[in-house]
């Protein structure tokens, strides 16, 4: 603390038997002018040194944050698949396939993350005795920039359909798109490693894992060749959560599981989903099931366990959008978390109000557990 330095001023006037001493006192300048002296004949100048009263320690300033992540389920953009047909014979306008209400939220997220649920190639031949294989041409990657798309998850058991090139070749395309992919790579030490995206200040790592497949055919990768990062046995999946929690400040788990088009779980998303939490994880947000799953919450922490096919085939099916809303500041945290209805057909349209959205609210209270579906929000009981 700076000191307060008060010039005094000492006049000593000697007349016959008086001494007069006058010396400024801590007061203002205005009366000090106002202070009436006679003209000394003799002019001391000194210095005094006043200690200031204790000022309050200022409070630190807390960093505010506000930002949201929104989540889509499984999306195929593959030539061969149900709804590719439908984009052409649209003239190639998405928003001839999405609700532009959907796609409007997707933009406007502050990081959108989608199911990227085939490959990007030319090349590569179908995997044998799979019964589906989906491929897409590189230029399709186009697509996920219309919708706003900032990340994709790849693993799930659709990212190896035509073999390993076509993989690779699906890397480099959202590499030169400018799409961080999480859950797959080049390598293992590329399939295991987090993706850090830096929002508002904030950290945010994205850990995602398959365990979908009955019968295995997407490879996991190795030291040396391409793949996907499996879960069917956590080790190498909770280790990376677990490196994603020393350096990040949020940490959201992508698993690929459940039994396909069945709202019912299988007791290992709930066995498994609880270790993820454990391990580090804020929130789980599942797909691969096609069709929707419900909602739960464990020791705070929110897991959807499905969100459906978003734009995948021609059923008629439940989808969603989920927004987490990370807000608030370094002495609390909040995090919401927001339902979009929506129906998938060839045409994903949203159910944002209406009897069309009660009713899909009752449906998913139905298949949730320890959570409330109220307002379009998913909250703890």
Known sequence: MKRKKITTLLFIFITQNLLFIACSTPASQDNLANTDVMTPSTTIEATATIEPTATPTPTPDLHEYDFTVTFAGDLSLADNGDVMPAYVERGEDIAKCIDPQLISIMQEADIMWINNEFTYSTTGQPLPDKAYTFRAHPSRVSILKE?????????NNHVYDYGKQAMLDTLDTLDE????????GRNL?????????EEDGKTI???AA???????????????NPGILRCYDNTLFLEEIKEARENA????????????YSTTLEQVQIDTAKEYIDAGADAIIGTHTHCIQGFDFYNGKPIAYSLGNYWFNSKTLDSMLVTLHFYGDDNQQNLDVEIIPAIQTNYTTSLLTGEDASNYYKRLQDISFNAVIENGKAQEP
């Open 147 to 155: 919708l706003g798309v900032d990340i994709v998850g790849l693993a």
């Open 177 to 184: 798109a400018g799409i961080p992919y999480v859950g797959a």
């Open 189 to 197: 030490n590329e399939a295991t490693t987090p993706y850090y995206m």
């Open 205 to 207: 790592a994205f850990v």
């Open 210 to 224: 398959s365990r979908a497949e009955k019968t295995k055919m997407t490879p996991q990768a190795t030291e040396d």
């Open 249 to 260: 400040d949020f940490v959201i788990a992508l698993p690929h599981w459940g039994t396909e």
